[in-house]
């Protein structure tokens, strides 16, 4: 498990909140995912929640496999 991933999780926990270790494991894949999240949020506009880039049919399909997984 990495330094930015101990730390990441142990502020996501605090918050309530899931934090994934394949979505959030490095620095790579924490950039990565909230690349992923910011292009469908360009995309759709900053009123689509996360629940709806899940729900529609494109790329954010990708993190709903990766949010079943892990949960």
């Known amino acids: 498990m ?8 142990e502020n996501m926990d605090a918050l309530g909140l899931a934090a994934p270790e394949t979505l959030f494991a490095n620095a ?6 909230a690349t992923a999240l910011a292009t469908q949020i360009d995309k759709f506009g900053s009123r689509v929640t996360v629940m ?7 790329p954010g399909k990708m993190l709903d496999r990766h949010w079943q ?3």
């Open 52 to 58: 709806e880039i899940i729900d529609s049919d494109h």
């Open 28 to 33: 790579t894949t924490a950039l990565a995912t």
């Open 2 to 9: 990495s330094e930015l991933y101990r730390y990441f999780k």
């Open 69 to 71: 997984q892990t949960a």
